[in-house]
Every structure is written in C-alpha cells, then in structure tokens.
C-alpha cells in the first residue's frame, strides 16, 4: 500500500492512496491551516468507523439480516499531554428496523470488532476500544 500526502497551502494537505481518491486534511487557523477539512485525528477515527461499518453491513447481509438504516457513532479521549494521543474509544453501533434480528447483529458487530476491522484490531493494542448497541423502530 502506498500513501502520497502533499501540501497545498500552510498546514493544508492532499492525500491520495492506490484508490487513486484525494481526501483534504486541515489544520487550525492558529496552526497555519485553513480550518477547511478534517484533521488527522478525527480521519483515525473516520477511518476506524469506516472500517467497522463496512464489515457489519457485509456481515449482516451475508446473515440475511434485513435493518432498515444503521450508524456508527465514535467518540474518543485524548491525553492532554503531547503527543496526545487516544486514550479510550467508544464506537456506538444504532441499528433502525422493525424486528430486528439482534442475535445476528450482535454477532456482526462482535465479528467486526474482534476479527475483521484490522484498524480496530491495530489501534487495540495501544488505546481502551470498546462498542455498544442500540436498537430503534423503523
């Protein structure tokens, strides 16, 4: 695998991996940005809930697991001190339908988060993950 990250302006830069897709990254204006993307950090994360959402979604397909919607919500803590890096991550799994099958969700995500999501499965060795599921009517 292969990454190019490339600066455009100040603490603004391009990237571009073998998807051959750009993404912006951005920093603070009082850190030479132009505070106009995501910053590295929050991509982790981004790509963290990426990562986890696409196995689910596979999985409880996969299962014939029908859900009308479902969302991936993160939220992280950081260490104050420099480099600051994540301490605890929560991922908030919400799954909307009527008669939701939990049995096989609960699975899918448990599968993800235990076996599929390698940047889980990689940031696990170093920062306090952990998920939880709710359950909405359609």
Known sequence: MQVTVQRTKGATFIAKGDSNHWVVLDSDEKFGGSNAASRPMEMLLIALGGCTAMDVAALINKMRTPVSDFRVE????????????????????IFTGENLNKANIAKAVKLSQEKYCSISAMLSNSVEISYAIQYTGA
């Open 74 to 93: 993160i939220s992280a803590e950081r260490q104050e001190e420099h480099p600051r890096v994540f301490t605890k991550i929560h991922l908030t799994f």
